[in-house]
């Protein structure tokens, strides 16, 4: 699980809702925090600006 996930269920969002909140459709979202597409730049900005943290923390993997 990515900390983008982590982060996310931390604030009580839905992926509907934070797709929204980024300008993305749910399915890119989904792809976005599985790991299996890359952010744009908008989109890294907007989730910094969400989540108030470092792009390369909240796209790595969680730590166990």
């Known amino acids: ?3 983008l996930k982590k ?3 931390g604030r009580n969002l839905t992926q509907d809702e934070l797709a929204d909140m980024l300008g993305v459709t749910v399915r890119t979202y989904q792809y976005i ?4 597409r890359k952010p744009s730049y908008d ?13 390369t ?3 790595s993997e969680v730590d166990n």
Do not use: S
């Not at 925090?33 to 299996?36: D, L, P």
């Open 43 to 55: 989109v890294i900005i907007k989730l910094q600006d969400i989540f108030k943290q470092d792009i």
């Open 57 to 59: 923390n909240l796209l």
């Open 1 to 3: 699980m990515l900390n």
């Open 7 to 9: 982060a996310r269920l």
């Open 33 to 36: 925090e599985h790991g299996k």
